[in-house]
């Protein structure tokens, strides 16, 4: 189910980034800027957490930075992140899926999760920041990408359409 999740979580970041790409920078600059918070926040999570799974140091000391990378950067990343989880979890061994991981987090708190429950958060907190920018672009007058689960599996499986 994982596999599957990700292949989702891949499918709804590129349209809301194609969603992001209709943005006129100039017109639309605080939406733009509050989109670009999103994605910085989205992926520093991500790499934490990818860190975290690969035992690796903590890549960020805070959930948000003091600068914005610009768009281009983060949509590279975040396809990077994309492409790594998906790889990742198509590799991953079942009886892995519950080992007991202990890291600190940003705030310098002690935690400890399973790798699917890390799993299960990164598809989580995606899923609620691309409906934060979602309701930013519509708010800004752009056209909010059509990002549920139902609208991905109809796509992938368009023969599920079928009476």
Known sequence: MFA??????????????????TLDATLQSATLAFVCQQLNHMLIVEELFRARLLGLPAPHAATNSAQLPELAELERRLLASDAWFASHVAGMEPASAAEIIRFVFADGL???MSREEILFHILNHGTYHRGAIGHALEQAGAQRPADTYTVYIHA????RRLS
């Open 4 to 21: 599957h999740a990700f292949a989702y979580k891949q499918w709804a970041d590129q349209r809301t980034l194609q969603a992001v790409a």
């Open 110 to 112: 002690a935690g400890s």
């Open 156 to 159: 992938a499986q368009p023969e």
